[in-house]
């Protein structure tokens, strides 16, 4: 009897999947829950798991671009016993042995409910527009003893990092492999209790020592997984030519990871590839023959390095690209003379940080000014909903920080209502979130206006990029002391260019201009700040 495979539902935004790579070929046989394609959406790649043991026959083809429910593939009855005979020649297996050993959620749901104490560990709901999230990092370890609320993963969503903590006390037994895309609700991993632990220690003291030998080296082993590599994995060693037979695999029942593939393309195991295929010196260089008529393509590992894009990169270029295109941004500029605050600051640093515990930093002053312009221009602060327009009577400040995986924006809740040193305090403890990756979705999201400072790279003059669905941004940049023209006398002053980028869509020319005046009025008078004149 045939069973037709179909393109599954993988969130509620993605309408279409590519064909992106036939992991079996057409008429092999395959097991049940074996991975059989791989499928890229414009979100994340993932793949394709045979419902079914038997015969596959394909439908789609590489590169096709598939609509969700569109037919892939057939698998047909018979075939699956071939694939058990392949998998183990040295030692035959009965069929339901082998797909025992493949990483499916079967066993996982057995353990669960044979009273061994075993608790799954699943993906979290982490916000209502996430459908799936990447494994990242494993923190803890296969077998690992951890602690309730441990951290023991951590998980990427296309808009922030956060950490999986244990649900109870026990030992760790992973299920998905770094690299992996999980929908919402996946297991990702099982905590066994102590008793559990007891449960399965004590059958191997029965067992023989030569099958005690063979289960603890996974090596030996061969499932339909063994050599096979992730959807990260093989794209790594595609780019770089690797054979992923020259590759050894340390995921569950032998897989290449993202980890096993970084690890061979730094070792540079294509000079040593038993197959021979390739001689070392060609193993460095790839090059593509280009039927465009272009120049050919030169691909050196000596020279370049490829990465996959993270989901958060990914997500900031397509807003970013969005912006410029659904956006008229427009962009003014001024300067400010920054000599005022650099004199308060010099005066009263020592007893502020005394008194506050953090350091009295420009943030503050530009984050109160920017507060104080937007109650006079309150366009600047407001967004575009549809066809309405929807002004805000409270100042969320958006920061925009240059995390280690990219530009994160984290949010002052409430700013115009706080201090100079509240204002510093969320500064600071944002930026350490930030570098540690500890930001929050609730953390990110809102803000009504944001504040970017290219200023500590070195950035004198820049046009900075919308935040959406916010209207303006404000752009600091690095503090340079120019020669200027005061009461008639030059001077030389320490200056700062601002600039304003916003939608002239709603915001006119003459209130961006006047509020950035009034930005500029305030800093270069800091007791107009006090005194909210």
């Not at 969130?11 to 097991?31: C, M, N, P, Q």
């Not at 506050?356 to 002053?365: Q, Y």
């Not at 200056?495 to 304003?500: I, N, T």
Request: proline residues 6%; hydrophobic residues 40%.
């Amino acid at each position: 009897m045939s069973l037709e495979i179909k393109v599954p539902p993988v969130g509620e935004s993605i309408t279409e999947v590519t064909l992106s790579r036939w992991i079996k070929k057409d008429g092999d046989g395959v097991a049940m829950d074996e991975v059989i394609a791989e499928l890229e959406s414009d979100k994340a790649t993932f793949e394709l798991t045979a419902e079914k043991a038997g015969t596959l026959k394909t439908i789609a083809k590489e590169g096709d671009t598939l609509a969700i429910g569109a037919a892939v593939a057939s698998i047909e009855d018979g075939g699956a016993p071939a694939l058990a005979k392949e998998a183990a020649p040295a030692a035959p297996q009965p069929q339901a042995e082998v797909v025992a050993n493949a990483p499916a959620p079967v066993p996982v749901a057995m353990t669960a409910t044979n009273g061994s104490g075993s608790l799954q560990v699943k993906v979290p709901a982490v916000g209502e527009s996430i459908t799936e999230v990447t494994l990242s990092r494993w923190i803890k370890k296969d077998g690992d003893a951890v602690a309730m609320d441990e951290a023991i993963a951590e998980l990427e969503s296309d808009k922030a990092t956060f950490e999986l903590t244990a649900e109870k006390a026990g030992t760790l037994k992973t299920i998905a492999k770094e690299g992996d895309v999980l929908p919402i609700g996946a297991v990702v991993c099982t905590i066994d209790g102590a008793g559990a632990s007891a449960q399965v220690s004590a059958p191997k003291a029965t067992e023989p020592a030569t099958a005690t030998a063979t289960t603890s080296n996974t090596s030996s082993e061969k499932t339909y997984a063994s050599g096979t590599p992730s959807p990260a994995a093989a794209k790594i060693l595609a780019e770089k030519g690797i054979d992923p037979k020259s590759v050894p695999g340390n995921g569950v029942d032998g897989r290449i990871t993202k980890a096993d593939a970084l690890t061979a393309v730094t070792a540079d195991l294509v000079s040593e590839n038993p197959q021979g295929g390739r001689k070392p010196e060609a193993a460095s260089a790839k090059v593509e023959i280009n039927t465009a008529g272009s120049a050919p393509k030169t691909q050196n590992s000596d020279r370049e390095r490829r990465e996959k894009m993270s989901p958060l990169r990914k997500t900031v270029a397509r807003r970013l690209v969005a912006v410029k295109n659904e956006t008229a941004m427009l962009t003014t500029f001024n300067e400010v003379d920054m000599s005022p605050i650099m004199e308060l600051r010099a005066k009263y640093k020592d007893k502020f940080k005394e008194k506050h515990g953090v350091g009295l930093g420009f943030m503050s002053f530009f984050t109160k000014a920017v507060c104080e312009a937007l109650k006079e221009w309150p366009a600047v602060g407001a967004r575009i909903e549809g066809e309405e327009v929807v002004y805000s009577n409270f100042a969320d400040i958006s920061i925009a920080v240059s995390a280690p995986k990219g530009l994160v924006v984290p949010v002052i809740r409430n700013a115009d209502a706080m201090s100079l040193a509240e204002i510093e305090k969320a500064v600071a403890a944002l930026a350490v979130k930030a570098r540690d990756n500890k930001l929050s979705l609730e953390e990110m999201t809102g803000g009504t206006f944001t504040i970017t400072n290219g200023g500590v790279f070195g950035s004198m003059m820049s046009t900075p990029i919308i935040n959406s669905p916010q209207s303006a941004i404000l752009g600091m940049h690095n503090i340079i002391e120019r020669p200027v023209a005061v009461n008639g006398q030059v001077v030389i002053k320490p200056m700062m260019y601002v600039a304003l980028s916003y939608d002239h869509r709603i915001i006119d020319g003459r209130e961006s201009v006047s509020f950035l005046v009034r930005v500029k009025q305030l800093l270069e008078d800091p007791a107009r700040l006090l005194l909210g004149v």
